[in-house]
């Protein structure tokens, strides 16, 4: 399809936890619908209830929140509070926790390089 609406109803949910050795606190479930998986890009929309782990992004991604708030804590003292209606990119390299405080929604498009 050369055009589509990025909702849920456009692919499958993959459910997921955080590998226990990442996990922080809380018992966080991911569900992502990941919309377009062609030659290293990505994007959908994920969702995570609350809950935090560690993350390490090899990635460049484009994240806007469509609903809930969390905290995002780099290693190097950057600090991200988001909900509804922020966007924001995390690039390559980045590395610290990710701590969902209230269900949270976001849409999402990943390069690798």
């Given at each position: ?99 969902v405080l ?12």
């Amino acid at each position: 399809m050369l055009l589509e609406a990025l909702t849920p109803a456009a692919a499958e949910p993959e459910v997921t936890r955080p590998d226990p050795e990442k996990l922080v606190e809380g018992d966080p479930v991911h569900t992502t619908w990941n919309v377009e998986d062609d030659n290293g890009l990505y994007c959908g929309i994920w969702q995570s209830t609350p809950g935090a782990w560690r993350a390490v992004y090899e990635e460049w991604e484009y994240c806007r929140i469509l609903t809930g708030r969390a905290v995002i804590e780099g290693d190097d003292g950057s600090r991200l509070e988001v909900g509804p209606g922020d966007a924001f990119v995390l690039r390559p390299g980045f590395s610290g926790i990710w701590r969902v405080l209230e269900t949270l929604r976001k849409d999402y498009v990943i390069l690798y390089r």
